[in-house]
């Protein structure tokens, strides 16, 4: 039997069971009591249009007080009639303009998950399993952003233990502290076209084990909060201390797309949290096989930080301008440590970066890390920095970025493996205008260097600062415009060429016979381009097949001489001698 919507009727069970009424269409909460004045407490009637067995429940044009959590069964859709661009709010959290489907939230002051089962339970709206939020704002009337510190809340939106299919949409979170948490046991969530300013979280989002897909959100002050926003003390410069617009902890197979972060300490941060089992968190840890891509972060102190995940993450195609307000601290566009030695397999691939104080890309403990076809501007724009450095990074691969420092002198570096970052690569790689080391190696073995371009720099494109002597590595081919020239006038009477200590490359245009160099810096590698014909004479001073070019000074250690001899002329063989320190 079919019905025209709206209509009602009343199903009979058996003989003894009458009255139970289902509704077939939408429903309205209107016409369960709620006015949507802003004043009256809707609360009530708003829970039993939820509950009065319709699927669609609607909550017209309004202003909806709320004194408790309202609860959204499973397989119910809440639909308002907001748009995302219809909210705006004073410096003091208040609304400009609301027109939309309002939840005035008046409720909850001071709760935050110190008690995690006071805190979920007091949250605005609890979602249930197969159920639809879309087209609702939010707004607690007693928030103040423009107090140095925000008033506490729970968050906007939660979702019952073991949720599965909830779909979240063209939500508006508006002056919310914490605005979406979803981290007890969920799977197949989507939550998509959300905005608002929270200062405190955006989107917490964990315990996940099934695919998730988050996309379209943006969190910042700037885009809903008409005036000035940075005058202090005020939300700004609090939520770039405090505020994270997303914090992903245990999830796997979810894909975050289109995401935008403006003014937070941390953009994106991936934790690691405990599992908590009496509040229905059964699954603990940090992020695996995650998916990062199209997102962009502006002034977020750091736009991606990690410090606790288990791998196969994946951060492309995203924006960084990282900045800090307030001066808090220096600023990184991805930031990632881990558990040295631990197999985590990062892809970093196709990002642009510029203007950063601190590093632009950092990884520690990365093992079989990717970094790969990205951009980077402006490296140590004020201070020191460094484009990309692994630390502790084994098996990875640095390869077809580029890189450029702001041009200042500020001791920056292009591209730095420390630690042990044993087995890697750094290949075809651009390094510009840097006035410290354009790629340092330190402690780094069987590791390759190759093919790389440096333009600009004020030292040699590769240079070795290794205390521990590891010099296992390949690094060959390798071009830069800064050798230093050095000619028949630098031979002195005995044939005898010097280096001085911190030249690393030079190119000999003479044509008088050299018979040793000597060079000042210790354990310093050497590169000699010939570019003439240069006859290198034996102790006698004759010219035979068996000249020899001795090599001694400082730079002649126990693992031997650390010499490249390009396009050299008249050379038979070479002989190495350490000297005596």
Same mark, same amino acid.
């Given at each position: 039997?079919?019905y025209?919507?709206g209509?009602?009727v ?5 003989s003894s069971e009458a009255g139970?009424?289902?509704?077939i ?8 009591g ?11 009637a708003?829970?039993?249009? #939820?509950?009065s067995?319709?699927s ?7 202003k ?5 959590? #309202?609860?959204?069964?499973d397989?119910v859709?809440?639909e ?8 705006y709010?004073?410096? !003091? ?13 008046? =409720?909850g002051? &001071? ?7 006071t805190? #979920?339970?007091n ?5 249930? /399993?197969?159920s ?6 939010? =707004? ?6 423009g107090?140095s510190?925000?008033?506490?809340y ?12 909830l779909?979240i949409d ?15 046991d ?13 200062v ?7 315990s996940a ?6 996309s379209?959100?943006?969190?910042t002050?700037r885009?809903?909060l008409? +005036? ?5 003390p005020?939300?700004?410069q609090?939520?770039q201390?405090?505020g ?14 289109n995401i935008?972060? =403006?003014?937070?300490?941390? +953009?994106i941060?991936l934790?690691?949290?405990a599992?908590?089992a009496?509040n229905?968190?059964?699954i &603990?840890?940090?992020? *695996? ?8 972060? !502006?002034t977020?102190?750091?736009?991606i930080?990690?410090d606790?995940?288990q791998g ?8 960084f ?7 808090v601290?220096g600023?990184?566009a ?9 197999v985590?397999d990062?892809?970093i ?5 510029w203007s950063?104080t601190?590093?632009?890309?950092? #990884?520690s403990g990365?093992?079989?890390s ?6 980077v ?7 020191s &920095? ?13 390869s077809?970025?580029t890189?450029?420092?702001n ?6 570096i292009?591209?730095k493996?420390?630690?042990?970052? *044993? ?6 790689n651009i ?5 410290s080391y354009?790629?340092?190696m ?10 790389n ?5 004020? $030292?040699?494109?590769?240079?070795d600062t290794?205390s521990t ?8 081919d390798n071009l830069d415009?800064?050798d *230093?020239?050095?000619?028949?006038? !630098?031979v002195?009477?005995?044939?005898l ?7 690393e490359?030079?190119?000999y245009t ?6 040793g160099?000597?060079?000042? /810096?210790? &354990?310093?590698? $050497? ?7 240069c ?10 097949a068996e000249s020899?070019? *001795?090599i ?7 693992f031997?001489?650390?010499?490249t001899?390009?396009?050299?002329g008249?050379l038979?063989w070479f ?7």
């Amino acid at each position: 039997q079919s019905y025209p919507e709206g209509t009602t009727v009343t199903l009979l069970r058996n003989s003894s069971e009458a009255g139970v009424e289902r509704n077939i269409g939408p429903v309205n909460v209107k016409d369960f009591g709620a006015v949507g004045d802003g004043v009256t407490d809707d609360t009530v009637a708003i829970q039993a249009s #939820l509950t009065s067995g319709a699927s669609k429940v609607v909550i017209p044009l309004g202003k909806y007080r709320t004194t408790a959590q #309202l609860s959204v069964p499973d397989g119910v859709s809440l639909e308002g009639s907001s748009r995302l661009a219809s909210t705006y709010l004073n410096n !003091d959290s208040s609304l400009i303009e609301d027109i939309g489907s309002f939840i005035y939230v008046d =409720f909850g002051v &001071g709760i935050d998950d110190s008690v995690m089962s006071t805190y #979920l339970a007091n949250s605005a709206i609890e979602m249930g /399993s197969g159920s639809n939020l879309t087209g609702v704002s939010f =707004f607690w009337p007693n928030q103040n952003f423009g107090a140095s510190t925000p008033v506490v809340y729970p968050p906007a939106i939660t979702a019952i233990e073991d949720v599965r299919g909830l779909v979240i949409d063209n939500v508006h979170l508006g002056n919310a502290y914490v605005g979406i948490d979803i981290t007890r046991d969920n799977g197949g969530v989507v939550i998509s076209n959300v905005a608002g300013s929270p200062v405190y979280r955006g989107l917490i989002h964990g315990s996940a084990v099934n695919p998730a897909y988050i996309s379209n959100i943006t969190f910042t002050l700037r885009r809903h909060l008409r +005036g000035t926003p940075w005058i202090s003390p005020n939300a700004g410069q609090w939520m770039q201390t405090n505020g994270y617009g997303v914090e992903l902890r245990r999830t796997t197979w979810a894909t975050y797309s289109n995401i935008f972060c =403006f003014g937070y300490q941390r +953009g994106i941060y991936l934790a690691n949290a405990a599992a908590d089992a009496a509040n229905g968190i059964n699954i &603990g840890g940090s992020p *695996q096989n995650i998916n990062i891509y199209g997102c962009g972060f !502006d002034t977020c102190t750091y736009g991606i930080f990690g410090d606790g995940f288990q791998g196969r993450i994946s951060i492309t195609d995203c924006t960084f301008a990282p900045a800090d307000q307030y001066s808090v601290t220096g600023v990184s566009a991805i930031d990632m440590t881990n558990a040295a030695g631990s197999v985590t397999d990062v892809l970093i691939k196709g990002n642009r970066i510029w203007s950063v104080t601190k590093n632009a890309i950092n #990884l520690s403990g990365q093992d079989f890390s990717k970094v790969t076809d990205n951009t980077v501007y402006e490296v140590g724009a004020g201070s020191s &920095g460094v484009g990309i450095q692994l630390f502790n990074c084994n098996n990875s691969v640095i390869s077809g970025n580029t890189i450029v420092s702001n041009g200042t002198l500020n001791n920056s570096i292009g591209i730095k493996l420390d630690g042990n970052c *044993q087995g890697s690569v750094v290949k075809g790689n651009i390094v510009k205008d840097f006035d410290s080391y354009p790629i340092q190696m330190d402690a780094t073995d069987y590791s390759q260097v190759i093919n790389n371009i440096g333009e600009g720099n004020t $030292l040699a494109i590769v240079t070795d600062t290794s205390s521990t002597k590891k010099y296992r590595n390949v690094v060959k081919d390798n071009l830069d415009d800064i050798d *230093q020239s050095y000619g028949n006038s !630098d031979v002195d009477g005995s044939g005898l060429l010097t280096i001085p200590t911190g030249v690393e490359n030079i190119r000999y245009t003479g044509t008088a016979g050299v018979k040793g160099i000597t060079h000042g /810096s210790y &354990g310093q590698r $050497l590169v000699i381009r010939f570019s003439a014909a240069c006859t290198v004479t034996d102790g006698d001073g004759t010219t035979s097949a068996e000249s020899r070019l *001795q090599i001694a000074g400082n730079y002649v250690t126990a693992f031997g001489a650390i010499l490249t001899l390009e396009s050299y002329g008249n050379l038979g063989w070479f002989e190495v001698s350490r000297s005596s320190n």
